[in-house]
């Protein structure tokens, strides 16, 4: 039997190897993961030349990804804790791959709606299977600094998606194919070989890691076993996930999620539109131009991440970044083309920080058994944001041939999740109720209080 001062060195460089070792495979994952997102926000212009495709069915068919996100992400769910996340996980990156290849061959309106849904069914429980492994591999008190890392991958993806699309667009005719068929082509094979990688690469289980030792493995699953026999006490051993699932601040955080994801997603699929406006620019000019915001939230998530570790709450870090969203997307819809993209910068340090802090709060406050299932409602209702954001974008556009209504509109949105924020209930870290009430009983998204 492990010394405790064995087991806690152990543990630390459990914890050591494994952010050097699984966390940059995840990182890759999500980087083939945005890029497959965001490619269609390149190619709107030429879609439309080539392929007849206008602003209104280009936001809708850009939103109807995250409808089969929202209807396949809960069975996604199911089939990953029956059969695994290493698995399932490489089910959907090549399965997302597969199809972001077919886009290369994108005829008509119908093919590419059609396209777009198998997408997003494809790629139906990506987030919360990663989430889900971080929850079995990652202690609590190292958690939130995965998750933050991992979302942050999203945005040097996004800042990567730029350039990578502005050098693929200008192979136009090479080979015969369009620039934007070498953008869908590449990015699609190159998500399937990383998803066949990914399945000799990462471990199922604790016990699976030859990278550990059989003293870090031991020390690693006492403490995930520790903390899960922590919650199940403090919530009374007894544990109904579907009434869990029913909490009202459960809804709550799935309406500030949407509108985390309205904000991504209008400048995922609309910010290239945005910096074309620029007089003089390229496709290779607005790749590199559109990364700008992106790289701008690198910086702000960092630091957002280091305040958030010595902060016990997270909502007041929660209500700024949305708040710097809102005042960032409002003075961008007022400026002029250059300005509107400093502005635009500034709005994704806001809404780009906001997610992995959001992400802390159901984390730290939800009982195992109902983790992944609830991560998998707060993100497919959250995802929706998704679909509204390019659709209402498209319909605003082709209507006045200007996206700054929609704007005003996200501006909004993301004050009325700051105000939100307000009324969500953060939980004790299971250690602190542990000591200070043993017996405690406690509501799912409900601070503990001793009897």
């Known amino acids: ?48 030349a080539d392929v007849g495709i206008g602003a209104a069915a280009y936001g809708f068919g850009a939103g109807l990804f995250f409808i089969a996100y929202a209807i396949f992400e809960l069975p996604s769910n199911v089939m990953m804790e029956k059969y695994g996340a290493k698995i399932w996980l490489t089910r959907i990156m090549v399965s997302w791959g597969i199809v972001s290849f077919l886009m290369t061959f994108v005829q008509n309106e119908m093919m590419f709606y059609v396209l777009r849904f198998l997408l997003g069914a494809a790629e139906a429980g990506f987030f919360p299977a990663v989430i889900f492994y971080f929850a079995r591999w990652v202690p609590a008190g190292q958690r939130g600094k995965a998750t933050a890392v991992f979302i942050a991958g999203s945005s040097v993806a996004a800042a990567l998606s730029g350039p990578i699309a502005g050098l693929l667009l200008s192979l136009h005719d090479v080979l015969g194919l369009r620039g934007w068929q070498w953008l869908f082509g590449f990015e699609g094979v190159l998500s399937v070989a990383v998803g066949i990688i990914v399945f000799f690469f990462l ?54 999620y949407f509108s985390v994801q309205l904000s991504i997603y209008a400048n995922t699929f609309w910010l290239p539109t945005i910096v ?51 005042v960032g997307t409002l003075a961008a819809a007022v400026a002029s083309p250059v300005l509107a993209l400093v502005f635009l910068a500034v709005a994704a340090m806001g809404f780009k920080s906001a ?61 009325v999740a700051a105000i939100l924020v307000y009324f969500l209930k953060e939980r004790k870290p299971v250690s602190e109720v542990a000591e200070k009430a043993p017996a405690a009983v406690a509501t799912p998204l409900e601070p503990s209080t001793a009897k």
């Open 355 to 415: 997610s992995p802090l959001f992400w802390t709060i159901p984390q730290s406050a939800l009982h195992p058994l109902v983790l992944a299932p609830a991560i998998a409602i707060i993100n497919s209702l959250g995802n929706l944001g998704g679909f509204v954001a390019p659709f209402g974008f498209g319909i605003i556009k082709e209507q006045t041939g200007s996206v700054v209504p929609g704007l005003f509109a996200l501006a909004a949105a993301s004050t």
């Open 203 to 256: 471990d199922a289980k604790v016990q699976d890691a030859k990278w550990l030792t059989a003293g870090e493995k031991s020390a690693l699953n006492a403490e995930i076993a520790h903390e899960d026999a922590q919650h199940a006490e403090a919530d009374g051993g007894k544990v109904n996930r579907w009434k869990m699932l029913l909490n009202p601040q459960i809804l709550l955080l799935c309406g500030i």
């Open 276 to 326: 074309k406006q620029i007089p003089g620019t390229t496709d290779l000019s607005v790749g590199f131009l559109s990364s700008i915001p992106w790289v701008c939230a690198v910086f702000a998530m960092y630091f957002a991440a280091k305040w958030q570790d010595k902060a016990k709450s997270k909502r007041p870090l929660l209500v700024a970044a949305l708040l710097v969203a809102a």
């Open 1 to 48: 039997m492990q010394s405790v001062d064995t087991a806690v060195t152990d543990l630390a460089s459990a914890m050591k190897k494994f952010f050097r070792r699984v966390l940059p495979i995840m990182l890759v994952m999500l980087v083939c993961n945005q890029l497959n997102r965001s490619n269609i926000g390149y190619a709107q212009d030429h879609l439309q």
